[in-house]
């Protein structure tokens, strides 16, 4: 097999004082933090669409990135050139994972029987390829929102006839995803949500929708697929609204159908920010619910509405979420860079130090989370804010849910008005938390 990407080496991790561009500053795959390896922490994956597929077109201008590895788009060849570049590059990085849509894979054919030929083909290809390597599938999904069959949407298409072609999708993608061992399957709700409510029946759309899911679920468990489903919010874009907005709105909704012992989030950083909470936030309500199954590793860009899909260089957000991945007790899914170069970063070079940027800034993040973790200082404050109801009868009532309203209401009027709930301390912890991630200056 020829070398795709010649004078581009494997990856090392070289240490914090190494200027080279094409090694490791913070990724030691072996080190050990808080009892597990960071390869164990951070199970990184390599998105098939952004970096095997995109080339850097938008709505301005074409392509900037040769995305061809010596073969014609559109074409089988084509397909398989992208999963041995595709495994050149994991191979190179040291990147144990890939997610894919059932397009990105294989060009769509004229017909479902034959796009799902050429998918059992790519497979067989894949398989043979995964022999003897540590790469494995962390997910796999259907793209159901590029051809314009769903540009009402999938589940919640206004036609029957969509609503079946995106049942055959899933079902030919949960296969694929099945045969790949696959953690891991993905909904994001690319075009269900609406553009107009004069034209939208909300209630009948989200009804349908669930049953997709459920019916998903079904096949799924039918065909041995043991893992999670995922659904991975997102507030808006392409559609002025989505259905699955954030993680708080796609849990509730998740628990009405009663869809919430097979699913799990996937939560994108720039999809929360679209939603106007941070990583963070979303990260949290999952982790609280039991929910945080798996991550799409990116970052967005403030000053712009939509999903930029940067690599992950911001350190703060990193620490923040390897701080919510620890507390959660990890992922059972892994940290997907749903990431692309920004256009003029177009050379191959390009693609390899995106993934060195994004895989040290997790590294930093996680070393600084476990740091943040064993100083101690914020959870003991958080801790002790709410040491109150610990330290009251009455609170420990109240936590244990047997308090009454009266009850509460005769303690209030017997210690008259309450003294001061306590500072905040928003600036001391902000403080503590620069002081852990930059230490002596
Ligand atoms: C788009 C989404 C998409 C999903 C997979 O904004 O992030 O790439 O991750 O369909
Ligand atoms: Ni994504
Ligand atoms: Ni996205």
């Known amino acids: 097999m020829a070398e795709i990407f010649q004078n581009l080496p494997k990856v090392k991790y070289e240490g914090a004082d190494s200027k080279n561009p094409l090694a490791f500053k913070y990724y030691d795959p072996d080190r050990v933090i808080l009892g597990k390896t960071m390869r164990e922490h951070l199970p990184f994956a390599m998105a098939w669409w952004h970096n095997l597929c995109a080339s850097g077109s938008d709505m301005f201008g074409a392509g900037t990135s040769d995305k061809r590895f010596g073969a014609e788009p559109g074409t089988m060849e084509h397909a398989k050139a992208k999963?041995?570049?595709?495994?050149?590059?994991?191979?190179?990085?040291?990147?144990?994972y890939f997610c894919f849509h059932d397009i990105?894979?294989?060009?769509?054919?004229?017909?479902?029987?034959?796009?799902?030929?050429r998918l059992d083909e790519i497979t067989?290809?894949?398989?043979?390829?995964?022999?003897?390597?540590?790469?494995?599938?962390?997910?796999?999904?259907?793209?159901?929102?590029?051809?314009?069959?769903?540009?009402?949407?999938?589940?919640?298409?206004n036609s029957v006839d969509v609503f079946c072609h995106a049942a055959a999708q899933i079902k030919k993608a949960l296969d694929c995803t099945v045969k790949l061992g696959g953690r891991g399957y993905v909904f994001w709700g690319g075009r269900e949500g609406y553009e107009t409510l004069l034209n939208t029946d909300v209630k009948f759309e989200q009804e349908n929708i669930a049953q997709l899911m459920k019916m998903a679920v079904s096949y799924g468990r039918?065909?041995?697929?043991?893992?999670?489903?995922?659904?991975?919010?997102?507030p808006k874009e392409p559609m002025k609204h989505q259905y699955d907005f954030d993680a708080s709105t796609a849990i509730g909704f998740l628990r009405q159908y009663g869809l919430d012992k097979d699913f799990k989030m996937n939560i994108e950083a720039n999809h929360a920010t679209l939603?106007?909470?941070?990583?963070?936030?979303?990260?949290?309500?999952?982790?609280?619910?039991?929910?945080?199954?798996?991550?799409?590793?990116?970052?967005?860009?403030?000053l712009l509405g939509w999903d930029t899909d940067e690599f992950p260089f911001d350190v703060y957000e990193t620490t923040l979420c390897m701080y919510e991945i620890l507390k959660a007790g990890g992922l059972t899914g892994g940290l997907n860079f749903d990431a692309k170069n920004r256009r003029p970063s177009n050379t191959h070079e390009d693609m390899f130090q995106a993934f060195v940027l994004g895989m040290d800034s997790f590294a930093l993040g996680l070393i600084k989370a476990a740091a943040l973790i064993e100083d101690g200082r914020i959870d003991n404050f958080v801790k002790e804010r709410y040491a109150s109801y610990e330290g009251s009868d009455i609170g420990k009532k109240i936590r244990a849910g047997s308090a009454t309203l009266a009850e509460c209401a005769a303690i209030a009027a017997q210690?008259?008005?309450?003294?001061?709930?306590?500072?905040?301390?928003?600036?001391?912890l902000e403080a503590v938390m620069n002081q852990i991630l930059f230490g002596r200056a």
């Open 275 to 302: 939603a106007g909470h941070s990583f963070q936030h979303d990260l949290r309500i999952s982790a609280i619910n039991g929910m945080l199954g798996s991550v799409d590793a990116n970052q967005g860009d403030l």
């Open 104 to 117: 990105d894979l294989v060009p769509e054919a004229a017909t479902i029987q034959e796009t799902n030929a």
């Open 83 to 96: 999963v041995d570049a595709g495994f050149e590059f994991m191979q190179k990085l040291g990147i144990e």
């Open 415 to 428: 210690n008259g008005a309450p003294a001061s709930p306590g500072s905040g301390k928003q600036e001391y």
């Open 222 to 234: 039918s065909i041995g697929f043991t893992g999670d489903f995922y659904i991975e919010p997102k």
């Open 124 to 157: 067989d290809y894949i398989l043979e390829k995964m022999k003897g390597t540590q790469i494995k599938c962390l997910w796999g999904t259907a793209n159901m929102f590029s051809n314009p069959r769903f540009m009402n949407g999938a589940g919640s298409s």
